[in-house]
């Protein structure tokens, strides 16, 4: 059942069959049903990623599934919210999530306020071992925003959204994104996103092909705590 109509889900992802918030096929069951179209871009798995989204297009006909070589988040991202024909983008990353009711709030609130052009978001990051909730302030914001105002990333590795060069004018969701990691985190940092941006890692390696990306992309059995 569709909560947040005029809406595209965008989406880039590499090598998500497991991650800690249950991999490809939970995202795409926990999210697409709840949106009026979605399109994900895959920028080059190697683990079947690429190979799901295929078969999952089959049950879910809103379903657009494309592909883009991997050269930078920000291109990567503007390849995912080009020529959407919905009015609002929603953009989520494989290891996040939202709550059903999350889906409804959104839709209020960008009722609420009409005049709104992009929503921002805080993030309730979850990890294995975390007793409480830790809330994070995520550079990747606005999540929700307007397709008719030319907004665009920037970045190569740190993403982020401008219109017209400018940050973008935003209001500030209720909503929290929760975002999933393993007890590896730094382990992640370390063997992946720091050389990427020093640039001692070609943006072309497939994440599945570094040493510890099996501990870094270890499921969290918190994620049951919020379906």
């Known amino acids: 059942m569709v909560l947040l109509a005029n809406t595209t889900l965008c989406a ?9 918030a249950g991999g490809i096929q939970d995202f795409v069951d926990s999210v697409v049903p709840f949106v009026q179209r979605a399109r994900i871009v895959d920028t080059g798995s190697l683990d079947g990623t690429r190979q ?6 089959k049950r879910y006909a809103h379903l657009d599934v494309l592909d883009h070589p991997f050269n930078g988040y920000a291109p990567s991202r503007n390849v ?15 290891d996040e ?18 005049e709104a052009i992009a929503f921002s978001f805080d993030f309730l990051t979850v ?11 995520s550079g990747n914001n606005p999540r ?34 929760k975002h999933f990691i393993s007890d590896a985190r730094i382990l992640k940092s370390k063997d992946w996103y ?20 099996g501990q870094w ?6 994620r049951e705590k919020y379906r």
């Open 97 to 114: 999530r939202l709550m059903p009711s999350d889906f409804e709030e959104l839709g209020k609130e960008r009722e609420f306020l009409p």
């Open 127 to 137: 990890s294995p071992l975390d007793v409480n909730e830790r809330v994070d302030i």
């Open 144 to 177: 929700f925003f307007s397709s008719r105002k030319n907004i665009f990333y920037d970045n190569l590795v740190f993403e982020i959204p401008c219109l017209r060069g400018d940050p973008v004018p935003r209001e500030k969701s209720k909503v929290k994104i």
């Open 80 to 94: 995912s919210i080009q020529d959407v024909t919905t009015d609002w983008i929603l953009v989520l990353d494989a």
């Open 52 to 57: 799901y989204l295929e078969d999952a297009k």
């Open 194 to 213: 720091e050389p990427l941006k020093r640039g001692d890692l070609p943006f072309a390696t497939a994440p599945s092909s570094i040493p510890s990306f």
């Open 217 to 222: 992309k270890a499921y969290n059995p918190q």
């Open 12 to 20: 880039i992802v590499r090598d998500e069959m497991m991650n800690p």
